[in-house]
């Protein structure tokens, strides 16, 4: 397995690759790689023949005040265990490679992204989709990986990529979580012992939720079902929790019919989030 | 040659041509094409191996109010030009074909589309940059044509396609003029005679400016001449005149060094650009 830098070290790897008849896979990752994106690489390593694992802390999906500078890099770390799996070149670019000083092309999923985690992280998701949009067009996979677990994301994401006619299909894989429950997260390594210990109750407010959806509760007794469970745990500060249609991620219209119950907490300084989808 | 309607022909045609390790040309267009737009298919055919003309009327970069309904088609006229050409493939969708019923994405070059012609038409480029965005992505040209009378334009493409990284090379086209001196547009034909007659003076105008350029004039002094040049004219209502620089179209900072004169005059209800780009 390789690691490079630069943008046309990929475009050749991918282009020698590609002759000789190969699927690419793409895994695009901000590195402190763990179980969840680790179970993407597999899925990518079974579901492609050559597998790209990009590394990029991008500085533009970061907010002011949020954790760019702190965010945990591992890039050694990250590379064996995507060696280990068997993917076949890391791409780890630094953002002035990634960026013109003068780039000023954003795009944008209009309606998607202003709701949920957008509302709370204004330009989050324009600095995932057009990094996400760069990504693609340098790697040019046939298949992308993306965890449910930013479920917003992969809605965005999919969007983005119907939309813009790209040559690429967008996969799914499921959230990955610690034997509590707790969603596996890069920003679980900020919470302090008591913090990590209270965590798992996003996940458990959110089952509870979900119960109570298969047992006909409506979006709204939902989301006071999952407010109130965390209202519980004063170390929670709810940001939001809302149970929207899968796909276009409005508010619910019928009592019937599959939901994604998210929601967004911060405990102390460290931001999590966690969705359930509700099937039919 | 063949004329096909569907992003699946136009992509099952290109992946046939490309395995055959063809280079793909492509010139997008809303078609009524003119000799401006045949000398870029001109262009394609020397260009590269395989050629896609696109032609397709795109309803976002048109404004209210602005000539969506009138604007001329001639698919059949266009084709056959196209084939005599040399032409292999014309791409004619609907809208309904581009664009889902909830596509809600959009491209924006951000800085470079708020003046010049952004200006007085707000949201035109955005409307470009995404429908170039999605043609790149349906065709997957390694190479495209886009004309310089549109300078603006082929500056933001130019932005978009080298910001996100799109694996395609973006060429320009010189301007191709009436033999007395009028831009071709697919517009002129909304011209009356009397203002047909008038109409030339608008480039007149620019050369007067590229004149004083040269010999030493500065940014704002050229744009008084032009704007003073086509004042003489009551038909023309000057939307602007700017020398600007050619890259970031942002004012001339220095006295010296190239510049384009780009100016968006009305006669009557018909609006008409040109520029003339002058070199050190």
Redesign the interface.
């Known amino acids: 397995m390789k690691i490079v830098k630069t943008?046309q070290e990929v475009?050749d790897a991918v282009s020698a690759q590609r002759a000789e008849g190969r699927i690419i896979g793409l895994v695009p990752t901000m590195g402190a790689l763990h179980e969840g994106h680790l179970s993407l690489v597999r899925a990518a390593v079974e579901g492609s023949d050559w597998v790209v694992v990009s590394i990029f802390v991008n500085p533009t999906q970061f907010g002011e005040g949020e954790d760019l500078d702190r965010y945990p890099r591992d890039l050694e770390g990250d590379a064996a265990k995507c060696e280990e799996i068997g993917a076949h070149l890391i791409f780890a670019p630094n953002a002035s490679e990634m960026y013109?000083g003068?780039?000023?092309?954003?795009?944008?999923?209009?309606?998607?992204t202003e709701k949920l985690c957008g509302a709370c992280r204004p330009g989050h998701f324009d600095g995932v989709?057009?990094v996400v949009?760069?990504l693609l067009?340098?790697v040019?996979p046939d298949r992308a990986w993306f965890g449910r677990k930013d479920y917003q994301q992969l809605v965005v994401i999919r969007?983005?990529v119907?939309?813009?006619?790209?040559?690429v299909e967008i996969l799914g894989g499921p959230t990955v979580r610690e034997s509590d429950g707790l969603a596996l997260s890069s920003r679980n390594q900020y919470l302090g012992d008591r913090e990590r210990e209270v965590a798992p109750k996003l996940y458990e407010a959110l089952l509870q939720g979900a119960g109570a959806a298969r047992e006909g509760a409506s979006g709204s007794e939902v989301e006071r079902i999952v407010a109130a469970k965390l209202g519980e745990e004063p170390l929670f500060e709810l940001q939001y929790v809302q149970a929207v249609e899968p796909n276009?991620l409005r508010p619910l219209k019928s009592e019937t019919g599959p939901m994604v119950i998210a929601a967004a907490a911060c405990i102390g300084d460290t931001r999590l989030i966690d969705n359930v989808v509700v099937e039919e």
Chains 1, 2 share one sequence.
């Not at 003068?102 to 998607?112: F, M, S």
């Not at 119907?162 to 040559?167: A, H, N």
């Open positions: 943008k475009r013109a003068d780039a000023c092309t954003v795009v944008r999923v209009e309606g998607l989709t057009t949009n760069k067009n340098i040019q969007r983005m119907r939309d813009l006619d790209m040559p276009s």
